[in-house]
């Protein structure tokens, strides 16, 4: 069974840069089984619905919301089976639930319990 | 970006009622629709993938219908671990987007 989970600071200044890891345990990233999963970053806004940052899949291919305008990065580290998330410039607008997950093309079933950062001098 | 609306916002339900929540799609997302589940402090549930196919380990008592444009969740009878808040989402095309939720709450 897949589980996933959430890591990094809990505060970030504003204009810094927000990174967060994902630990997966019950799959290997790296192993050929792994080929066809996606590993997404989702975010909740307090009170508000989710947003979809964006995913990385086998071979490092990754989609961003283009509403994140460039800021954003995810990147996969097999030999730790974490992959990441790094955004840029981040103002209050970026506090939120973040979400880590992994799915296929078109279904995302296995979701981390979520870890709040909020932006704040 | 593709726009989902769902209907209602919230809703107040007895216990053993039957709720349908709907979700529009602003352009067709063929049957590229999930819906998922959502409580506080707990990682989202998948319910509902491919608009129709429950997902495993999910209670028969939810469904899923349509294609194109428009769909529904149902939850057949009520139960109590079943007041939460519901989203669709489609991953038809980049960006993957999420409607706003349909709160579900006890009468």
């Known amino acids: 069974q897949v589980q996933l989970q959430e890591s990094g600071p809990g505060l970030v200044k504003p204009s810094q840069t927000l990174s967060l890891t994902c630990t997966v345990s019950?799959?290997?990233?790296?192993?050929?089984?792994?080929?066809?999963?996606?590993w997404s970053w989702i975010r909740q806004h307090p009170g508000k619905g989710l947003e979809w940052i964006g995913y990385?899949?086998?071979?490092?291919?990754?989609k961003y919301n283009p509403s994140l305008k460039g800021r954003v990065t995810i990147s996969v580290d097999t030999s730790k089976n974490q992959f990441s998330l790094r955004l840029t410039s981040v103002t209050a607008a970026d506090t939120a639930v973040y979400y880590c997950?992994?799915?296929?093309?078109?279904?995302?079933?296995?979701w981390g319990q979520g870890t709040l950062v909020t932006v704040s001098s | 970006d593709i726009r989902l609306t769902q209907s209602p916002s919230s809703l107040s339900a007895s216990l053993r009622d039957r709720v349908t929540i709907t979700c529009r799609a602003s352009q067709s997302v063929d049957s590229h629709l999930s819906w998922y589940q959502v409580k506080s402090g707990k990682a989202p549930k998948l319910l509902i993938y491919s608009a129709s196919n429950l997902q495993s380990g999910v209670p028969a008592r939810f469904s899923g219908s349509g294609s194109g444009t428009d769909f529904t969740l149902t939850i057949a009878t009520l139960e109590p671990e079943d007041f939460a808040t519901y989203y669709c989402q489609q991953s038809d095309t980049i960006p993957w987007t999420f409607g706003p939720g349909t709160k579900v709450e006890i009468k």
């Open positions: 990385i899949y086998y071979g490092g291919t990754t």
């Open positions: 019950g799959v290997s990233m790296g192993s050929s089984d792994s080929t066809g999963y996606y």
């Open positions: 997950a992994k799915g296929g093309a078109t279904v995302t079933p296995d």
